[in-house]
């Protein structure tokens, strides 16, 4: 049982180009969410989805896509990167509203 | 508009003693509280969770009072060990309406001190 799990790790990229950070939980989990941390800030939710084919944006959506076509999986796209990304990236799972969010370890972007 | 915050950035106390983190939010629709626990270079993990009908909730050394009328919830460690130390985020929800979303406070860095 490996909880949720992100990849990569790291990344740097150059302004302008795109890509996809993975997420995959595998607890059967309905409810899944990006946040990004950046230094010294809590996290800030940038879109969460509760269920395969449903997703809605967060506080910070400006600059991402997501899509749920499986229970599993959630990746985030960045489409144009921009310096203002470079963040810590964090993936999480729920069971429901008033339960827990499991976190991933986390992708460090930085967009040079 | 920080609807949730931690205004202590960091708090240092001596092993065996008991630590407090404070939290203040500010709306009202808010009926779920969590504290998170992180490390470097990991993920936040789950620590303790208290319902707005709730004034108090006990984990073992970890203990979380509400006080809605205040808008402030606290977290207690009793007693603190040199393994918690880490950053503690204090984080709200307003439950089934929202999708479970979280709004989380900038966090507070203990140190424990042996």
């Known amino acids: 049982n490996a909880g949720v799990t992100q990849t990569p790790k790291f990344r740097i990229l150059k302004i302008g180009q795109s890509m996809t950070l993975q997420c995959t939980q595998d607890?059967?989990?309905?409810?899944m969410y990006w946040y990004r941390q950046d230094p010294g800030m809590g996290l800030k939710l940038i879109y969460y989805?509760?269920?395969?084919?449903?997703?809605d944006k967060g506080e910070v959506p400006n600059g991402y896509n997501v899509s749920r076509s499986t229970t599993e999986d959630f990746p985030l796209r960045l489409e144009l990167a921009a310096p203002s990304q470079t963040s810590v990236y964090f993936c999480?799972?729920?069971?429901?509203?008033?339960?827990?969010?499991?976190f991933g370890p986390g992708t460090r972007l930085t967009v040079l | 508009d920080q609807q949730v915050k931690q205004n202590s950035p960091s708090l240092s106390v001596q092993e065996g003693r008991i630590s407090i983190l404070n939290c203040d939010y500010t709306?009202?629709?808010?009926?779920?509280f969590l504290w998170y626990k992180k490390y470097p270079a990991e993920g936040p993990t789950f620590l303790i969770s208290?319902?707005?009908?709730?004034d108090k909730n006990e984990d073992g050394r970890f203990t979380v009072f509400l006080n809605k009328s205040a808008k402030h919830l606290s977290l207690h460690i009793v007693p603190s060990q040199p393994g918690d130390s880490a950053v503690y985020f204090c984080?709200?929800?307003?439950?089934?309406?929202?999708?479970?979303?979280?709004?989380f406070g900038q966090g507070t860095e203990l140190s424990v001190k042996p």
């Open positions: 999480a799972s729920s069971s429901g509203v008033y339960n827990e969010q499991f």
């Open positions: 607890m059967n989990h309905n409810y």
């Open positions: 989805s509760v269920g395969a084919g449903i997703t």
């Open positions: 709306n009202s629709m808010f009926d779920y």
């Open positions: 208290i319902s707005s009908i709730k």
């Open positions: 984080a709200a929800s307003a439950g089934g309406g929202q999708g479970g979303k979280l709004i």
